[in-house]
């Protein structure tokens, strides 16, 4: 049984504001293999873009208060300020990400050469990590020698990307190329460093519809061939059915389902993935939504926090349920998950067809 | 109850609306408030330039007034110049800047052309001619600060409507058959309506230091108005010993002046929700 | 290629510009109800020599006429003569504007000197003790009268300390007129006593020059670098891993610089207001006190060129920072 490449156990978190505190993170618990493709699923607000950030370490200092648990990657935990100077290597290097909106992500008043060549010079592969420097960062050099191979790996990858005419491309400022273009060259940087994982966030909510199955497919093929792991975070159902090997859904701030693709979609256990996965037009055009609303993360319900709009709610759901396992490493968080779809009436959908 | 933050915007809106509402007052209440009412017109000759002293909270000046009095009742004239001169060129200006704005093209470029012109030259320079060839008084102050300012607000309302007028609720106004006049006042001016609101009030505080320039000058009211500008210049000749006579009408366009600057900022905090949004 | 378009079109908006200036500030300087030929002439010239003199002046030709001749004679730089002394304008002006511009060069480097590390400072440090305090003093700076703050400062440093001087560009000659920049001329010179001198008079005027620019500077820069570090992609640059002092230093201040340079455009011009009222009260020989002078003494053809040429300065001034702007921002090219 091998370590997993991430381990998120029982995460609390939340931040701090002119508001009071908002509880975004309850209890997260979730792993990442090494290679495999996670999905992150979710609505808008469940804390996913929270979680993704908190694997990276880049939740805003100021306000940020973790009340408990650890993100461990590789025996580093990302949420512990003692481990700063690691976290920062880590970041970039063995930790890449790939953001959602390619229009704001790229630095304006910079050509994508030079970004990408800032990005090669602190975090090539190829860097000597161990090469002690007492210059001050600003006045660092980058050495020739890597600088050349560097340069060819950027091309490779620009190529393997399906950019045409790279070196053109890296002369252009970013608002010159389109928005495709751009997530691919996020994709590329993403890669470049040879990382172990890669974070992706939505990475394909501003893109045009049909472009994003592309760059989909593109990810998850590059990831594959080089063995690198994905937490791809995304509200998108049909997107995770697409590319993930695992999935898990999160709803307010809490993990409530983990299960392999396939079973995930024939037996959804946890009643809000059902209600999810039926919420999904249907064919004939039939439509049903979940009645309620999200809770309000200031003062969030105890215990479950789907409790307040689950038809099979009871007292008990008044503690956080722990993770039980309905079927083959299919894990859910429920006191009542649904085991029998049909006797429920509940439809697995099969496929998440959203397009 | 959540934590009760109180953020640097909400406390400069309220201290800048206080100290607005006590400059109103004291203009109104002037001849309530002043210790000696009369010094408006009076002069005592026996009296010259004393100092801050019980009787006389600000000293006296050169005719023997009592500073402090004199103050108060320049207050209102500050007032005054301020509200109608801000106010009319705002009347002027925004209607301009959203037909300009609206319309675009030809009538649009020609505005803004002109407008342009105005702005070409320091505000103040082109106050001064035309105060200078209508004669000192605070109706030529006046109109000589809208003339030149009504320019600004052009061109801001013009920037603004430009740039709402592509967007799509715009459009679908006009088709559910909304005026173009409709548009432009029920569509687009609410929505910058904020920004023209927090100019206004830092407009004010410009507007009184540009009047209080004038009246340095000699430009504004003649004497024995209490222009708080002129009464300044008229220190002048009677530094370093007389401290007082500068020293309390300059505190005083500082104060007020504060007073607008405070509260159009803690408005742009207030209004502005990209700002207050910060570390989420 | 497209840098090069975007200069040539607005040299080309030049002209009309500055032709509609000339215009309004003719109009304004004529439609006055004062006559200049009485007020030269004196109150004891009879009719007649007031006719005379008007006739002289070409002030009897109808408006349209006198404003034609106006425009030949700039294509020539001739602006005329002072209705007071009666030396060519152009002469003046070119004489005294040295003065100004290197007040206020000097005030705009003490500005930005001041202004921009504090804006800085206080966006990194936001909503902190620093960053309230910095933002009162800003709003304070603003707030302050200049010319009163010039007088109190005269006050207390000139007379009652006796730091520095009292009012002027220089104590004694100074060194050998060049560039009637006191400056240049004192380094080209090696005069160590007359640059001395010079900034020791240049000091308080430029300072009180300085002080609301550096308060307008303080504020945009702090929104501006607080837009820039709450950015996509200084997030995505952190989220990267890339160093602390690289994202602040090379990402975070190029960005802001973009906006800084647009408020030195700004700033420029209400140096230049400033700058009337400072110079009367330090008696600084410069374009303000000369515009203040032509105007008290109707003398119109002073005014005009002085209009004009403030507005030329103004025009080129903007047109430079668009120019530096196509360099430094990408994205104005598009």
């Keep these: 049984m091998t370590e997993p490449l991430l381990d998120v156990s029982n995460v609390s978190l939340g931040f701090r504001g002119e508001n009071g505190f908002a509880h975004i993170l309850d209890g997260v618990s979730l792993t990442v293999k090494s290679g495999e493709i996670m999905g992150l699923v979710g609505e808008s607000g469940c804390g996913k873009t929270t979680l993704a950030r908190s694997v990276l370490g880049v939740l805003p200092r100021n306000s940020l208060e973790v009340m408990g648990g650890a993100v461990r990657f590789q025996n580093t935990d990302m949420l512990d300020p003692a481990y700063a100077d690691l976290q920062q290597r880590i970041r970039g290097s063995r930790i890449t990400f790939v953001p959602q909106d390619p229009f704001t992500s790229f630095n304006p008043v910079f050509t994508i050469g030079e970004q990408i060549d800032d990005l090669m010079k602190w975090k090539s592969p190829r860097r000597d990590w161990n090469a002690v420097s007492s210059t001050p960062t600003l006045l660092q050099r980058y050495p020739r ?18 950019l045409p005419q790279p070196e053109r491309l890296l002369q252009k400022y970013p608002h010159e190329v389109s928005g495709g273009q751009r997530q691919r060259l996020m994709i590329a940087m993403a890669l470049l460093p040879e990382p172990e994982l890669i974070i992706a966030d939505e990475p394909t909510t501003a893109l045009d519809v049909t472009i994003q199955a592309q760059i989909l497919g593109l990810l998850r093929r590059l990831a594959n061939e080089r063995g690198v792991a994905v937490l791809l975070a995304t509200h998108d159902l049909g997107a995770a059915y697409e590319i993930c090997d695992r999935i898990t859904v999160m709803y307010a701030g809490q993990d409530v389902e983990t299960a392999p693709v396939a079973s995930f979609f024939n037996v959804p256990a946890h009643p809000y993935t059902n209600k999810l996965l039926a919420s999904v037009p249907g064919l004939k055009g039939e439509m049903s939504g979940i009645p309620g609303d999200l809770p309000n993360f200031y003062s969030p319900p ?42 429920a009436g509940l439809v697995p959908s099969g496929k998440g067809q959203t397009s | ?55 006389h909270w600000f000293g006296t000046d050169r005719m023997g007034s009592d500073i402090f009095s004199r103050i108060l009742f320049g207050a209102r004239i500050t007032i005054t110049i301020a509200v109608i001169a801000v106010g009319a060129s705002v009347v002027i200006g925004v209607p301009i800047g959203l037909v300009a704005g609206y319309y675009g093209k030809w009538i649009g470029g020609a505005m803004m052309r002109t407008s342009d012109v105005f702005l070409a030259v320091p505000q103040i320079v082109l106050a001064i001619a035309i105060a200078q060839t209508l004669g000192p008084s605070v109706e030529n102050v006046i109109l000589a600060l809208s003339v030149t300012y009504w320019p600004f607000w052009a061109r801001l309302v013009y920037a603004e409507t430009r740039a709402l007028k592509p967007q799509i609720f715009i459009e679908a106004a006009l088709a559910l058959g909304a005026s173009d006049l409709r548009v432009m006042v029920m ?11 927090v100019r206004t009030s830092i407009g004010m505080g410009v507007t009184i230091l540009t009047a209080a320039a004038l009246g340095f000058l000699g430009l504004g009211a003649p004497a024995p108005t209490p222009e708080w500008g002129r009464m ?18 300059g505190l005083a366009i500082f104060v007020v002046v504060m007073g607008f600057n405070l509260l159009g900022d803690g408005l742009r905090d207030i209004l502005d929700p990209k700002i207050r949004r910060g570390s989420k | 290629m497209r840098r090069l378009q975007i200069i040539l079109s607005r040299l080309v908006w030049l002209v009309p510009t500055l032709f509609g200036l000339t215009l309004v500030v003719f109009l304004i300087a004529n439609v006055v109800p004062t006559d200049p030929a009485r007020i030269i002439a004196g109150e004891n010239a009879t009719a007649a020599q007031v006719e005379e003199l008007r006739h002289e002046l070409g002030l009897d030709k109808p408006l349209h006429q006198q404003f034609g001749r106006y425009i030949y004679g700039l294509g020539t730089g001739d602006m005329g003569k002072s209705l007071y002394t009666a030396r060519p304008i152009s002469q003046d002006l070119l004489s005294r504007l040295p003065a100004t511009l290197e007040l206020t060069v000097v005030a705009i480097l003490i500005a930005i000197l001041i202004g921009v590390p504090a804006g800085v400072i206080s966006a990194i440090r936001r909503n902190s003790l620093t960053d309230q305090v910095l933002r009162v003093l800003s709003v304070s700076g603003l707030a302050v009268a200049g010319f009163w703050l010039a007088m109190e400062l005269q006050m207390f440093f000139s007379t009652k300390l006796g730091i520095t001087p009292l009012n002027g560009r220089i104590s004694g000659f100074g060194p050998e007129k060049y560039t009637g920049f006191l400056i240049v001329d004192s380094l080209l010179a090696w005069d160590m006593e007359s640059l001395r001198d010079t900034f020791m008079h240049l000091l308080l005027p430029a300072v009180t020059l300085a002080l609301p620019a550096a308060a307008t500077l303080v504020r945009f820069t702090r929104a501006g670098v607080l837009e820039v570090v709450n950015s996509n992609y200084v997030l995505y640059e952190s989220a990267m891993g890339m160093p602390r002092s690289l994202i602040t230093w090379k990402y975070i201040l190029r960005n802001a610089l973009v906006s800084t340079v647009t408020q030195i455009g700004l700033i420029f011009g209400a140096l230049f207001a400033g700058a009337v009222v400072v110079e009367a009260v330090f008696d600084w020989p410069g374009l303000g006190t000369y515009a203040v002078q ?41």
């Design chain 3, 294 to 334: 032509s105007i008290m003494r109707s003398d119109n053809k002073a005014i005009m060129g002085f209009s004009l040429l403030v507005g030329f300065v103004f025009v080129i001034v903007n047109l430079m920072v668009d120019i530096v702007h196509t360099f430094i921002d990408p994205r104005t090219l598009e």
């Design chain 1, 302 to 343: 105890p215990g479950c926090r789907f409790a307040p709009r689950c038809e099979r709610a009871q007292l008990a759901c008044e503690v956080r349920p722990a993770q039980t396992e309905t079927a083959a490493d299919h894990m859910v968080c429920c006191f009542h998950p649904v085991v029998d779809h049909a006797a």
């Design chain 1, 145 to 162: 020698s890597r600088r050349a191979i560097d340069r060819e790996a950027v091309i490779a990858m620009l190529n393997s990307v399906q």
């Design chain 2, 1 to 55: 109850m959540s934590a009760f933050k109180v953020l640097f915007g909400d406390r400069a809106a309220a201290i800048g609306a206080f100290l607005i509402i006590s400059l109103v007052l004291v203009a109104i209440f002037a001849p309530a408030l002043a210790t000696h009412p009369a010094d408006v017109a009076e002069f005592h000759l026996d009296k010259r330039l004393q100092a801050p002293s019980m009787e």
């Design chain 2, 187 to 197: 569509h687009i001016l609410p929505n910058i309506a904020s920004a023209i609101i």
């Design chain 2, 232 to 249: 300044i210049s008229e220190a002048r000749e009677f530094l370093p010993a007389a401290w007082w006579y500068a020293a309390a009408p």
